[in-house]
T-cell receptor
Framework: GQQLNQSPQSMFIQEGEDVSMNCTSS?????WLWYKQDPGEGPVLLIA?????ELTSNGRLTAQFGITRKDSFLNISASIPSDVGIYFC?????????????FGTGTRLQVTL | DTGVSQDPRHKITKRGQNVTFRCDPI?????LYWYRQTLGQGPEFLTY????????KSRLLSDRFSAERPKGSFSTLEIQRTEQGDSAMYLC?????????????FGPGTRLLVL
């Protein structure tokens, strides 16, 4: 099935550094969501975006809904060890009443002390 | 905890056997989704319900797969005659659909291994 292009695929950073990752699509979306998944667990919602250009924060996390509706960005400031995990973007299409989410391929984040 | 729950968390079965998974959504959520996630990939949509009606099924959902939500509350996903390729994490999500601002919350998943 279709998956969104997410980059980078993986990151190794030091504690305290800022992190940026992005997600792009060939289709237009009306919703962008960012989830974090720990090994063996389900995805946990971090941030939801509903309007083009919207910038939303959740603690040290900030995400933006791209103005073209085809991309989204997630930034994590001052990373800490518990930020380790896989981050997924997910989008919901603009057309019709379709509610299913299309997920990105994931960004694996590892934080070193 | 009133989040989405799934049972069992892990299932090991032999090829050819039938398996059934259960999902209990967040109370009062009217939509329930099933996704499948294989190693190193993001979740992929399988099917979803609004109340008891199954509104969409993915082409990934072969004839061996069937899902139900009989009373609009919990849901079951059954896989008949399992194959090794069915090994994956099966995720359930629920949402309260009232407007365009619909957010899906996921359960912990059921990890299936077919030997």
């Amino acid at each position: 099935g279709q998956q969104l292009n997410q980059s980078p695929q993986s990151m190794f950073i030091q504690e305290g550094e800022d992190v940026s990752m992005n997600c792009t699509s060939s289709s237009i979306f009306n919703t962008w969501l960012w989830y974090k998944q720990d090994p063996g667990e389900g995805p946990v919602l971090l941030i939801a975006l509903y309007k083009a250009g919207e910038l939303t924060s959740n603690g040290r996390l900030t995400a933006q809904f791209g103005i073209t509706r085809k991309d989204s960005f997630l930034n994590i400031s001052a990373s800490i060890p518990s930020d380790v995990g896989i981050y997924f973007c997910a989008g919901r299409p603009l057309v019709g009443t379709a509610s299913k989410l299309t997920f990105g391929t994931g960004t694996r984040l590892q934080v070193t002390l | 905890d009133t989040g989405v729950s799934q049972d069992p968390r892990h299932k090991i079965t032999k090829r050819g056997q039938n398996v059934t998974f259960r999902c209990d959504p967040i109370s009062e959520h009217n939509r329930l989704y099933w996704y499948r996630q294989t190693l190193g990939q993001g979740p992929e949509f399988l099917t979803y319900f609004q109340n008891e009606a199954q509104l969409e099924k993915s082409r990934l959902l072969s004839d061996r797969f069937s899902a139900e939500r009989p009373k609009g509350s919990f849901s079951t996903l059954e896989i008949q005659r399992t194959e090794q390729g069915d090994s994956a994490m099966y995720l359930c999500a629920s949402s309260l659909y009232r407007s365009i601002e619909e957010t899906q919350y996921f359960g912990p998943g059921t990890r299936l291994l077919v030997l």
